[in-house]
């Protein structure tokens, strides 16, 4: 491994707002999802918000109206257009904005260590489960935005010293995210959880910007990708798939959680959002706030601490893209 990546606890300067929950194991608590409820007409995307996820090549028919009507203010902003008409001659005179018409639509809301104590639970409980392992390692973060989220899991996996020979991906059905996250620039205020002495160890300076070190970058792959029509080949050692399930009709949803279920390892781990849970049927184990584990080996107990059912509280999904 790299010298400029080395290992071991450089990460105790994040502090985080709580601790993760004490993991559980298969007998003690499962996967629990809401009772399906078909979508109205009302809820189904506008004519206009239809045409430009047409345009961009996405099946309208997997997405909620409800959640992206409310982006349409902000998407006629950002094409400096005053009504859905005029937003349409724009895009069909200008077709180079159809990404941000998108972006403005998919919002994709993303940080480097985005929900700290999952990162936590990650770093603490996880990983070192995985120090003994053989084989690289294989994580795919599915609707990645800007790579935020994937880069900062790659800084955790070289703390831990699992960073040589894994394999990295990022996807997202926006190219404009997905070129963002190629060139890997990013300003001082989106590492301002990250300590100086980390930044220098983990990032370069390019011209005012910072950007991750070239043995972080060769781990980490990037790809255009629906995930409503398209699940990345596994397996898969860990799939990160927060917030999105919002924008997503119940079919749709359903539709992807059987597909990532289905990519993980045997005892591979799932990534969701605060207010997701990934339907029952599957039989993911909770581990910890956030955390699902696949297989058997699905017990991720703290340190020192004893197991105890997990205990959901209600949060909002935040918005991000697909």
């Known amino acids: 491994m790299d010298e400029s990546a080395p290992s071991g606890g450089a990460f105790r300067h994040v502090r985080f707002a709580g601790r993760p929950t004490n993991a559980v194991s298969r007998s003690q608590h499962r996967a629990k999802s809401r009772s399906p409820v078909a979508l109205r007409p009302s809820e189904r995307p ?53 990404p941000t018409a998108i972006s403005t639509l998919l919002i994709g809301v993303t940080d480097f260590f985005r929900d700290e104590p999952v990162f936590e639970a990650l770093r603490t409980d ?8 053989s084989g690289p390692l294989r994580i795919w973060s599915a609707g990645c935005s800007n790579g935020a989220e994937l880069y900062s899991l790659a800084i955790l996996l070289a703390e831990a010293g699992l960073l040589e020979g894994s394999f990295l991906l990022g996807s997202d059905c926006r190219p404009d ?15 301002r959880k990250i300590a100086t002495s980390n930044r220098h160890r983990y990032f370069e300076e390019v011209g005012g910007l910072w ?3 070239e043995p972080v970058r060769q781990h980490v792959h990037w790809r255009v990708s ?29 539709s992807i959680w059987q597909g990532l279920a289905g990519a993980l390892s045997p005892e591979g781990v799932l ?12 039989s993911l184990i909770c581990a910890s706030r956030c ?32």
């Open 46 to 98: 506008g004519q206009f918000i239809s045409w430009v996820l047409e345009r961009a090549g996405l099946a309208v028919e997997n997405y909620r109206g409800e959640p992206l009507g409310r982006r349409l203010s902000p998407c006629l902003r950002a094409l400096h257009a005053h009504t859905e008409a005029q937003a349409r001659q724009t895009l069909e005179q200008r077709p180079d904005l159809l």
């Open 126 to 133: 996880v990983l070192p489960q995985w120090a003994h392992r």
């Open 177 to 191: 995210a997905v070129a963002h996250a190629q060139a890997g620039v990013y300003k001082s205020h989106d590492l």
């Open 211 to 213: 950007r991750p070190i």
């Open 226 to 254: 629906d995930l409503a029509r398209h699940v990345e080949k596994g397996p898969w050692d860990m799939i990160l798939w927060r917030n999105m399930a919002i924008y997503l009709t119940v079919e749709a949803a359903q």
């Open 271 to 282: 990534v969701v959002g605060k207010a997701e849970r990934p339907p029952a049927e599957l």
């Open 291 to 322: 955390l699902y584990h696949a297989g058997p080996a699905g017990v991720v107990a703290v340190a020192g601490s004893r197991p105890r059912p997990t205990k959901h509280r209600g949060h909002r999904a935040s918005e991000t893209s697909v």
